[in-house]
């Protein structure tokens, strides 16, 4: 199966650095999620993919070629900021577009018909785009990523401005992509949604990759977290294991971490429950999953460097 | 996809979209609705200011001929009306049923005029005069004055010209204008059409979109191809018009104008000005993102535009071959404009259409080059204004 690679890419703004050798790999039917703060590299990123900015060093392959006009011929790209022709009209506008990807005219009439469909505003086609409203100026320009069936999709903030009907539209969307085969990338600072639908997560700062890796896998990289309901962790009781050290505690429950303990974890649980056990009764023992909002806030303010600090997950994917 | 249909899918949405457009059926409605109504108008001007008629009496009557004779030999057109005695002479002229009118008799005669004759009347009443009183001198000295005025008639000057300046009629003149004025309009609206297109897929950045699939120099040429197009539709147009109306209201009749050859060469001279504006006018436009800012940046050529057109249409109908518009007509980027018009007056040799058209043709892969480079390095780049010198350097 293809993958897209980026490899390496370096872009600097004049002073600034905006990449440094940032490097992912999305495989076919792999959605992947891009996340980072504002101005962490993700649109220079991909706009590199798609070909529309060059970059000062590293390479983008696609099935282990370098990405040339033909293939990104064959890239659904949505821009960061929208782009479509405001007084064109939706429907013509969508075939233009599917013809200046190589379709010919019924085959894009055709997926112009299939895909506004599938998107709700097929009854639109005859209006001019700027009358539509933004959430379906959004859908528009989904559909303009699709009409031309391509090999890959990299979509900068898809959801962004979306209700939520739209966004389980999206998603579907995606998913369906993502099954035929498609590597799907997407940026989105919505964390909930990255979490649901992507089947890996990237976690760039500062241009460089610091998190790659499974909603798990990066869960299971920082340490492994247990909340304990019973006696009061004062009491002692989580000194008694190696490595744990007392996260919070509210009231009576305790959430206990316990760090450098790979591949041991159930190991690691029975060992807090047994200690908390030896010092009173426990009401509820059970093991804590970080949300990607708390990966992503300890991934972007961890302060090692990031050229030099090991991406967390990166092993676990090779 | 070859470069080609790319190029030709790009035109084509120019193409459709601008003949889409209201206001682009509008303009050049108004455009072709002016020029047939201008024409109509010249027409109804030309007619009633020619003929001066004139009110003669049954006395004074033997003096429609000759005078009739004098007005054809002047160019100007004289309407006899005919009155009975010298007081309905005076009427139709006080009633302005007649310009002047001849009472008395043939040999004495007064004219009669409402305050004073202009001065082409006053000249041909004077011959009028003279030739009557020649005439009766000739009698008195017992001649034949019909003999005496066919000598008289062949007795013309001979000149001979050392430095002859150049012939050109009223339709010459006319068409000169009309060339100039029409290819200063259409090569500056349809270069800022141009120039807007650039600004419009930069500012809605549809340009990111565009250019993940086809290269900017296929957009530019696209871009330029299909505005072209659409601006020689329009010249086409306003063309037919306006030679329609000449042809059909004979305008043109006694021009000496070669109005073929006048419309062929202002339609090259279009393709040609079009393609060197709108080049220069794409590359500037894509330095910026908004359309507020393309006024600015595209100013410097707008001036290249306006300056020519002025010194051109200012000068050349009167002076065709003075330096400056001589000088002019050979200057890439003036030369669509000036030349059209000194081709029109008909001061021109083929030879030097063909030098001045080599010269801005050998402009053009310069223009290419240049405006494919900075449109490329600068179309994407959107925010501030992009220095012309980093656009160029860039890449």
Redesign the interface.
């Given at each position: 199966m293809p993958e897209l690679e980026l490899v390496k890419l370096d872009k600097s703004y004049g002073d600034v650095r905006a990449l440094r050798e940032l490097s992912l790999t999305v495989g076919s039917g792999e959605i992947f999620g891009f996340v980072g703060s504002n101005g962490a590299g993700k649109t220079t990123a991909m706009r590199i993919a798609v070909g529309v900015l060059a970059a000062d060093g590293g390479e983008v392959r696609w099935a282990g070629r370098p990405v040339d006009l033909a293939v990104s011929r064959r890239i659904g790209y949505m821009p960061e900021e929208r782009g479509l022709y405001p007084r064109m009209r939706v429907g013509s506008q969508l075939r233009y577009l599917a013809r200046l990807h190589g379709r010919s005219p019924e085959q894009a009439e055709q997926a112009v018909q299939r895909w506004t469909q599938v998107l709700g505003i097929s009854n639109r086609l005859d209006d001019d785009v700027q009358k539509l409203s933004l959430g379906n100026q959004q859908r528009v320009q989904l559909c303009a990523a699709l009409v031309f069936e391509p090999d890959i999709l990299i979509l900068d903030e898809p959801f962004s401005g979306l209700d939520p009907v739209a966004v389980d539209v999206m998603s579907r969307v995606l998913r369906a992509q993502a099954d035929a085969g498609v590597p799907v990338v997407f940026s989105s600072h919505q964390l909930d949604l990255v979490e649901r639908l992507c089947d890996r997560v990237g976690i760039i700062k500062e241009g460089s990759m610091v998190a790659v890796g499974s909603i798990d896998e990066l869960r299971s990289r920082g340490g492994l977290r247990w909340q304990v309901q019973g006696p009061p962790a004062d009491a002692g009781w989580p000194g008694t294991v190696p490595g744990a050290r007392v996260v919070s505690i509210e009231g009576p429950t305790t959430v206990v971490e316990v760090v450098d303990r790979d591949g041991e974890a159930d190991q690691a649980g029975q060992e807090v429950l047994r200690a908390a056990m030896a010092v009173g009764p426990v009401h509820a023992f059970g093991p804590v999953r970080p949300h990607l909002v708390e990966l992503f806030r300890h991934a972007v303010s961890d302060s090692t460097d990031p050229s030099t600090g090991t991406p967390i997950g990166e092993e676990a994917r090779q | 996809?070859s470069p080609l249909e790319?190029i030709r899918?790009?035109a084509g949405?120019e193409i459709?979209?601008r003949i889409r457009s209201k206001a682009f059926l509008w303009t050049t409605g108004l455009l072709v609705v002016a020029i047939v109504a201008g024409g109509v108008i010249l027409n109804l001007a030309l007619d009633s200011s020619s003929a001066t008629s004139v009110a003669v009496t049954p006395q004074t009557e033997p003096l429609a001929q000759p005078l009739q004779a004098i007005a054809r030999a002047n160019d100007e057109a004289i309407r006899i009306v005919d009155v009975e005695n010298d007081a309905a002479a005076r009427a139709a002229v006080a009633d302005e049923d007649a310009d002047a009118a001849l009472t008395g008799s043939p040999t004495d005669f007064t004219v009669v005029v409402r305050s004073q004759p202009d001065p082409a009347q006053y000249s041909m009443l004077t011959v009028l005069r003279q030739q009557t009183a020649l005439g009766a001198a000739v009698t008195d000295l017992g001649g034949d004055p019909e003999q005496v005025a066919q000598q008289l008639a062949t007795a013309t000057v001979k000149i001979q010209s050392l430095d002859p300046a150049p012939e050109r009629d009223g339709g010459q003149i006319a068409a000169g204008y009309v060339a100039g004025i029409l290819l200063f309009l259409a090569l500056q609206t349809t270069a800022q059409l141009v120039s807007q297109g650039v600004v419009?897929?930069k500012s809605?950045?549809?340009?990111?979109?565009?250019?993940?699939?086809?290269?900017p120099w296929q957009l530019m040429a696209g871009k330029v191809t299909g505005i072209g197009v659409i601006g020689l539709l329009q010249v086409v147009a306003v063309i037919a018009a306006a030679a329609g109306t000449a042809l059909a209201l004979g305008l043109l009749d006694t021009s000496s104008l070669d109005l073929g050859a006048t419309i062929a060469w202002a339609l090259v001279w279009f393709v040609v000005g079009f393609i060197t504006f709108s080049l220069a006018l794409a590359a500037l436009a894509s330095l910026v993102s908004r359309q507020e800012d393309v006024a600015s940046v595209t100013a410097p050529v707008l001036v290249l535009m306006i300056i020519p057109y002025v010194i051109g249409i200012s000068i050349a109908p009167w002076d065709p071959t003075n330096p400056i518009v001589v000088a002019l007509s050979y200057i890439p980027f003036a030369a669509p404009m000036v030349m059209p018009m000194r081709i029109a007056l008909g001061t021109v040799e083929t030879w030097e259409i063909l030098a001045s058209l080599a010269l801005s043709l050998a402009l053009i892969p310069v223009l290419v080059w240049g405006a494919g480079r900075i449109y490329s390095n600068a179309v994407?780049r959107?925010g501030a204004r992009v220095r012309l010198r980093d656009a160029l350097r860039a890449g």
């Open positions: - | 996809m790319t899918l790009v949405r459709t979209t419009e897929e809605t950045r549809v340009v990111e979109l565009l250019l993940s699939t086809i290269r994407l959107t």
